[in-house]
C-alpha cells in the first residue's frame, strides 16, 4: 500500500525529506555492499527508494515545478504530462514492493522453519528430562513423532508458501 493511513504525513515527509537529501539508501550500499535489489535488505531499501521518489515528484508537480516548456503553456497536457509521470513512478513503487514482499516470505520461511524446530529440540530435551527418572514410555515416543510430523509438515508448508504458493517448482 502506497499510503498508510497510521503514518500518513509524517511517514511521506521523511521520505521527502530522504530523497531531497540523498539520506539513508539513496543510491548507497548497505552493510552487505549490495544494491541490487535480489537480497532482502536491498529490496527495502530499493521500495523505500522507490516511495521516496514518488513523494518527492509528487510534490514537486503539486508545486509546479519539474514541467517541461513544451507542456506548460496547456493545463491538459500538463494534466496529462503529470499523470504519466506519476503512473510511471508509481509503477516503479509497485514493482519494488511485490520485490520486497516476495523478500519478507523467503524471511518469514526461514524463521518458521527455525522456530517450528527449535520446538521440537526443546520438546525432546523437556522429554528426555522429564523420563530420568519415571523412564521412556511409548506416550513419549508417539509424543516426539506427532512433534515431528508436525513440524515437517509446517517446513514444507512455509517452503512452498515462500514463493505465494505460485511455484511448486524450481
Sequence with gaps: ???NIGRGRRASGVAVQEARQGGPGMGAAHEGGCTCGDCPHGAREG?????AAFLLKR??????????AAVAHS?????QWVSE??????????ERGR???TAWLVRLWRRTAITVWA????????QALTAIG?????????GLLAALVVAGALTAASWFHRARGVRWRR
Excluded at 509521470?85 to 513503487?93: G, I, R, S
Excluded at 519415571?134 to 508417539?142: H, I, K, M, V, Y
Design 47 to 51: 521500495h523505500r527508494r522507490a516511495v
Design 134 to 142: 519415571a523412564g521412556w514410555t511409548a506416550a513419549r515416543t508417539a
Design 75 to 79: 493545463a491538459s497536457a500538463s494534466r
Design 85 to 94: 509521470e506519476l503512473t510511471q513512478a508509481a509503477e516503479a513503487v509497485a
Design 119 to 126: 520446538g521440537v529440540v526443546l520438546l525432546l530435551l523437556g
Design 1 to 3: 500500500m502506497l499510503f
Design 59 to 68: 510534490d514537486e508537480f503539486a508545486a509546479g515545478q519539474g514541467l517541461p
Design 99 to 101: 520485490a520486497e514482499g
